[in-house]
């Protein structure tokens, strides 16, 4: 009898986070397209459904799928969306980014997860932690941009490497990036 996957080689075969058009058609004249990070089109439906069934609460999930479409968008899509961090705090993070958390409580101090598109609000970086699956928002000046990490990324994996081999020690990013 085998014993069930360990979490290190499920994290290992996970679908990296990427951006997908979804787009919604209410009627003829009403259609929205919105850019979602996800790590499935089905989960980039899901997102964009769960935003907008409170303003709709007698719409079934069944019934938006009849209605919506999403689309795998190319990453560079993602770079402007964080300029306003660019001007106004000199944070210069970028959509596939590996990060390390600081300044944060005890819980979340020293993670490491990787930078997604920002779903809204772009007065935070989005932040997908390592070993969780849902989206977090952390101040410019709570995340430190991990050197290797910070490269032009594809639409198939969370950076240009590919899958991040391990983390650096929390000394060797003290200082950030160079």
Not at 91 to 110: A, F, L, M, S, T
Not at 115 to 129: D, E, F, K
Not at 130 to 156: K, N, R
Request: glycine letters at 8%; hydrophobic letters at 35%; one cysteine or more.
């Amino acid at each position: 009898m085998t014993s069930p996957p360990t979490a290190s080689l499920v994290s290992a075969v996970e679908k990296p986070w990427r951006l997908y058009d979804v787009t919604v058609r209410w009627s003829d004249d009403e259609v929205y397209t919105e850019t979602v990070s996800a790590r499935t089109a089905a989960s980039a439906r899901y997102r964009r459904f769960l935003c907008v069934s409170d303003a709709r609460p007698d719409l079934t999930f069944r019934q938006f799928l009849g209605m919506s479409k999403a689309r795998l968008v190319s990453a560079a899509r993602g770079e402007p969306a964080y300029g306003y961090l660019r001007r106004h705090y000199g944070v210069d993070v970028k959509y596939g980014d590996r990060v390390v958390i600081q300044r944060e409580c005890d819980g979340i101090n020293g993670r490491a997860g990787v930078v997604v598109h920002p779903n809204g609000s772009t007065h935070y970086v989005h932040v997908v932690l390592d070993g969780e699956d849902h989206i977090s928002l952390f101040h410019p000046g709570s995340i430190i941009v991990l050197p290797a990490s910070h490269a032009p990324v594809s639409s198939d994996t969370p950076n240009a490497e590919g899958e991040p081999a391990s983390h650096p020690a929390p000394s060797e990013i003290e200082g950030g990036r160079p």
